[in-house]
């Protein structure tokens, strides 16, 4: 790699405000706010909105979406009828 020109790599906390997870992982990204992590060191901490400990797919809270909803509603906005599959 040439010298000079990359971001510095360092250890950051990664931290999910709605599932209060928190890791710590490598990378470039900055900040400047710092926690003290169970380790005893003080590293930069990254606040996100979601993570696997919130997303609905990693915890299995998903919602059911109202698809025939959305296709009639699509076909009335675009005149578009019932069509046989394949066809």
């Known amino acids: 790699m040439k010298p000079g020109i990359h971001p510095e790599y360092r250890p950051v906390v990664f931290r999910d405000n709605a599932g209060g997870l928190a890791f710590l992982t490598r990378s470039t990204a900055t900040s400047s706010k710092t926690?003290?992590?169970?380790?005893?060191?003080?590293?930069p901490v990254i606040d996100v909105e979601i993570s696997s400990a919130s997303h609905p797919f990693y915890t299995g809270k998903s919602r059911v979406l109202d698809t025939a909803g959305r296709v009639e509603r699509f076909e009335r906005r675009y005149g578009i009828t019932g069509r046989k599959a394949g066809s």
């Open 35 to 43: 926690v003290e992590w169970e380790d005893g060191n003080t590293y």
